[in-house]
């Protein structure tokens, strides 16, 4: 069983799988809707640095997901 | 207010769906059709012709849900409840995802149809989808359509009058009851076979790259400035000015003579002369300069600019700046989205400031507005600032663009420190590079165009004939004189350059044209044009900031670019003086 870590822990190329969403209704709504939420598998497909965004690719599409929001969502390796 | 009782049709689904080239398809209508979410925050009215009845068609801003998380999806929540019919567009590609929205929208047990959009792209992806099953599943008609060519979408048409509510009574679902439910869905109706990256997923990688893409972006945007400045300077100096020289002033001449017994209309209509002849951007006449600027001055610019800007959106380029440069736009309180205001005021202010509204919070937008207000030279003003400084050489002009560019970061820092409130973090999709339709491209593209001219020509006639007004009654060489002192001490200009600063309320660019006869010294030049841009903007684009902000936000934004214009003319005098 690998660890549990934030997606703003997480390094470019790895595929993740998210174990959860830690925040409020609209924050888990907002993610879920645009194709991010547990049980989804995301690969990074770029990490912007000076705490930019982390895009991920989720079904095909690339989402860009704001740093602060990367360390409230939990993945584990796959 | 509406007596007759027109059908509603609504359109709706995810950004980047296709959406609004449908309902270009459909109502034939001028629309805007582009790539990045937020676009359309203003839904779009068009009309359609279902089987001789006439039906209303809105076109929504593009949501993922109709929870109401931002201003759009507000918009669109409340418009779905008036419509009678619902047309729900998906990408089939991203089946999975879309089908949040569109089990939201069967729940409302409305009349509905599902357009499988992009029907093309799915094999290219490798994706099956059982049409007949899903249409089982969901209880309404759904058909495979592929917006850019047409394809299905007049056989979507001609069910629509006969559309019912759906098969299956939908009941609430909880959010955890809709997702087992799309996971149900998706593996019974589709299938993935693998496929391989193409050439264009590998630019893609590279635009969004953090080093590689920043390059790329540097590129991009410098070849865009370049080809609006030649497009722009060529329809004026081979179209344009030809046209007001030989066409219209010598009609004007005849008038000014015509006139000459009349001091107070000749001055108002004509202005004054400029050695003995008319000047189309210095005589300040309703009929002179009121109507050159805007078609000749202002306009070849915008031509350009939207050609430009509208490629970038609907190729899908202008989410990755927003992506690319996030972290940057934090730290002035924004985050990436607020680029694209910024990027739309560099043609004019206007329609950057009214972009504003894709933002979510009124901080944002307050900010947003304010900095565009003081520091983004819209394309008339940039075009003034070279020709004004650049006589004293190239480098001149990128130390006035690098001032603007340091005002705009530091007042972004210090309202970033001083407004209240929290800017939301970045969550957005980067949609994938397409190619747009030349046929919906252009379509937009004139759309804007007329949209822009009806907007702003005659807000811009106005505040010429306002500023005709007062300046033939005396009233801007009134204010000039009380004034002056604070001109000359503080920024070193000319007691007579007050009346091109007042006049640049009115239209900036002029207004630099009207120091040229004052024949300032370098330190003197560069000090006026930057307080010129900074200080008030044009009245247009005060217009649109009173109407996004409203009365207490908008005087506090003048009141920052006076302050700013003071404290920054103030400096440039003093360090001028050091050389």
Redesign the interface.
């Known amino acids: 069983m690998e660890a549990i870590k934030t997606l703003a822990e997480a390094k470019k190329g790895e595929a993740l799988k998210v174990v959860e969403l830690r925040g409020g209704q609209?924050f888990?709504?907002?993610?879920?809707?645009?194709?991010v939420?547990p049980g989804k598998i995301l690969t990074v497909?770029?990490?912007?640095?000076?705490?930019?965004?982390v895009?991920v690719t989720v079904?095909?599409?690339?989402?860009?997901?704001?740093?602060?929001?990367a360390e409230r969502i939990f993945v584990k390796k796959v | 207010m509406n007596t007759n009782h027109k059908k509603k049709i609504i359109l709706a689904g995810n950004p980047n769906v296709g959406k609004s080239a449908i309902f270009s398809r459909i109502t034939g209508l001028h629309v805007t059709v582009s790539n990045y979410p937020g676009t359309t925050v203003e839904y779009l009215i068009g009309s359609t012709f279902v089987s001789g009845e006439e039906m209303e068609i809105i076109d929504l801003p593009g949501t993922?849900?109709l929870?109401p998380?931002s201003k759009a999806e507000a918009v669109a929540v409340e418009m779905i409840d008036k419509g009678d019919i619902v047309i729900n567009v998906v990408d089939a590609?991203?089946l999975?995802?879309n089908l949040?929205?569109t089990l939201e929208l069967l729940e409302l047990n409305k009349p509905m149809i599902v357009l499988l959009n992009m029907w093309d792209e799915t094999r290219h992806?490798g994706i099956s989808i059982d049409v007949p099953a899903l249409q089982n599943m969901l209880g309404v008609p759904v058909i495979p359509t592929i917006a850019t060519t047409g394809e299905g979408v007049k056989e979507a048409m001609s069910i629509i009058e006969s559309l019912k509510e759906p098969n299956i009574r939908w009941q609430k679902m909880s959010?955890e009851e809709r997702?087992s439910k799309i996971g149900n869905i998706v593996s019974a109706v589709q299938r993935i076979s693998h496929h391989h990256h193409t050439l264009l997923e590998r630019l893609?990688?590279l635009m969004?790259?953090?080093v590689g893409g920043l390059l790329f972006a540097a590129v991009v945007v410098a070849a865009s400035f370049l080809f609006t400045r030649a497009i722009g300077e060529g329809l004026i100096n081979y179209i344009f000015d030809p046209f007001f020289e030989k066409v219209v002033g010598p009609l004007l001449t005849r008038l000014s003579l015509a006139l000459s017994d009349h001091h107070f209309l000749h001055e108002l209509l004509i202005g004054r002369l400029v050695d003995g002849k008319i000047h189309f951007k210095e005589s300040m006449g309703i009929l002179s300069t009121g109507l050159y600027l805007y078609p000749a001055a202002v306009f070849p610019y915008i031509i350009a600019f939207y050609l430009v800007l509208g490629l970038m959106e609907d190729i899908g380029y202008l989410?990755r700046i927003?992506?690319?440069i996030?972290?940057?736009m934090?730290r002035i309180g924004l985050?990436?989205y607020a680029v694209i205001p910024n990027i739309l005021g560099f043609g004019c202010n206007v329609p950057g400031i009214m972009a504003t509204r894709i933002l979510e919070s009124t901080r944002e937008r307050f900010i947003t507005a304010t900095l565009i207000s003081i520091a983004v030279p819209c394309a008339a003003l940039q075009a003034m600032i070279i020709g004004m400084v650049g006589r004293w050489g190239i480098r001149y002009v990128f130390l006035v663009f690098g001032i603007l560019f340091l005002i705009w970061v530091i007042i972004g820092i210090l309202l970033n420190w001083l407004v209240k409130g929290y800017t939301?973090?970045?969550?957005?999709?980067?949609p994938?590079i397409r190619f747009p339709s030349p046929r919906i491209f252009f379509k937009k593209y004139w759309m804007r165009l007329s949209y822009f001219a009806k907007e702003a020509f005659p807000i811009m006639l106005t505040g010429i004939i306002v500023a005709t007004f007062l300046s033939a009654t005396g009233f801007i060489e009134h204010v000039a004189n009380i004034t002056s002192p604070l001109v000359h001490t503080t920024w070193g200009l000319p007691k007579e350059a007050i009346v091109p600063i007042a006049i640049g309320f009115i239209r900036k660019d002029i207004a630099v044209g009207m120091l040229e006869p004052l024949h300032l010294t370098l330190p003197q030049t560069i000090t006026a044009t930057v307080v010129l841009s900074i200080f008030f903007p044009c009245v247009a684009s005060f217009v649109v900031l009173f109407k996004e902000l409203k009365w207490k936000l908008m005087l506090a934004s003048t009141g920052i670019m006076l302050l700013t214009s003071m404290i920054v003319g103030g400096i440039t005098n003093l360090v001028g003086k050091m050389f």
């Open positions: 609209q888990r709504q907002k993610l879920s809707s645009i194709g939420r497909a770029d990490i912007m640095p000076l705490c930019g965004p895009v079904d095909g599409r690339d989402i860009a997901i704001g740093r602060k929001m | 993922y849900s929870l998380l590609t991203n999975e995802r949040n929205l992806k959010e997702w893609e990688d969004i790259h953090p989410p927003a992506v690319l996030d972290n940057l934090h985050h990436g939301p973090p970045l969550l957005l999709e980067v994938p």
